[in-house]
């Protein structure tokens, strides 16, 4: 079993930034990957960012050149550093990890970004 704790989320104007975090309860050198994943109400959850075991990242073309994913691998914690958020970055924002072939979720936090 794995437990994420999210945080960072919240309320920002547009162009402004957040940083969102994701705790694991293991040691992220047991993760196979870690991402970031978003869902506004009606629609399907979509891959934000991931960063794999050997560090390689991948991105969602709507955010390249604005969020940047890393680890902290001492805190076995993931970010996802957000800027110049613009109002479609609205959403529900989901860390996952992939963790002895299985996933596991964050509860997820809230992104709102005020034109």
């Known amino acids: 079993q794995v437990q994420l704790v999210e945080s960072g989320g919240g309320l920002v104007q547009a162009g402004g930034s957040l940083r969102l975090s994701c705790a694991a309860s293991?040691?992220?050198?047991?993760?196979?990957?870690m991402g970031w994943y978003r869902q506004a109400p009606g629609n399907k959850r979509e891959l934000v960012a991931t960063?794999?075991?050997?560090?390689?990242?991948n991105y969602v073309d709507s955010v390249k050149g604005r969020f940047t994913i890393s680890r902290d691998n001492a805190k076995n914690t993931v970010y996802l550093q957000m800027d110049s958020l613009k109002p479609e970055d609205t959403n529900v924002y989901y860390c996952?990890?992939?963790?002895?072939?299985?996933?596991?979720w964050g509860q997820g936090t809230q992104v709102t970004v005020s034109s």
């Open positions: 960063i794999l075991s050997g560090g390689s990242t």
């Open positions: 293991v040691s992220i050198f047991s993760i196979t990957s």
């Open positions: 996952r990890v992939l963790y002895s072939r299985r996933a596991y």
